[in-house]
């Protein structure tokens, strides 16, 4: 009777908001908890060799990644492999929780890399992680989700730098989830922030002289346009398809289209579902998609074959209900390619409306349907456009200019 009565105390208290909160965090710290036990019963081997353990000696620098797979933080992960490599002449290491597609593209430019699945939530004290972090020089972690490994390596990992991609919605669920964030900012030597947007939200957390503008730098791979069969203008969206980036606007757009300007474009669908999308938006947008003729959905692929895909793209559209700095926007710039993007993106900060791109309102499908409408109408404005989009790749997204910003970072944290 006494655990009966505890158990409805406790059922009573979820009423309270806090209450409420409080116990969603301690459930997710349970979970992690047994998922841990898990891994650590079913690995016999380590990723930590002898080899390995050496290898922050030669390397200097360790990269963090919260995944391997083929999406913004990641890829701009990469492009900062890249930049650091031409700086210093080594290829820092990539460390990551979980494997990837991505993975594949560091191991060919020769970069080494380490799949660790309790890099983020050792359970216990680790000495071969900590002494393999403990060796290199500078520590950069991509991503907000990495908090787990600047909690768990502060104080073990040299000159801890933070580089954040994400935006209110993350940080607010992240704020949520890890009561230690104040703690895990104060941890780090230097805070970067891939976008504007990031930095109001990073000032709750940081005092202003430990941000930094870090705008990603992208490899220029611009082949020329070509032209789609049919002769019609293509529209694409890339991405995971999942709510935030938008998919079901950029159909409820379409679907707007008078029938005359929707027959006289393709509208791509360009990505696969999210891998922890729960939700079936995935099935929701394919669903919807079939029963619009002029609608591909097409699954992701490398980025060498995405390169043709963007090639006969005459417009890039990005309907992110918030995204810090899209790199497939950025590449739509490089390409030539009008961007036509949500004004809660990044690179609407830095795109002039009907000058270097077009911007809709975030999340109106009404805007979006009168951008697409009015270049259907208008298609010698393609080129005006896409020319001025191009300067600004130009202007903010050179990899000289980023590996140029990354070179003064490192020099002020010194």
Known sequence: MTKILKLVWIMWSLKNHENRRK???MFREYWDYITQQQLLSKSSDTPYKIET???GINHKILLVVHQFSRTGAPSASLYLARAIFSLHGVRPVIISPIDGPIREEFEGE???TIVDPLLFS?????SEACDFVAKFERVIVSSLVSFGFIR???GIGKRLTWWIHETDVLFSGIANTARDIPLLFAACESIWLCSPLCFPLALQYASEDKLHLLLYGCTDTAIPHRPHPSGKMVFSIVGSVQAHKGQDVFLEAIERLPEELRCKAIFRIIGSRFPSDKSGFYEKVCARAILIPEVECIESMPPSRLQEFYAETNVLVSASRHDSMPIVVTEGLMFSKVCLCSSAIGQA????DRK??????NESA????EKMAWLLQNPAELAILGVAGRSLYEKYFLMSSFANNVKNLMLDCR
């Open 110 to 112: 020769g970069f080494l």
């Open 53 to 55: 353990l050496h290898l």
């Open 23 to 25: 116990f969603a965090f």
């Open 349 to 352: 900060t830095l795109l002039e």
């Open 366 to 369: 009404v805007e979006l349907s």
């Open 152 to 154: 768990y390596f502060r």
């Open 356 to 361: 270097d791109g077009l911007i809709f309102t």
């Open 122 to 126: 050792y359970p216990n004290y680790s």
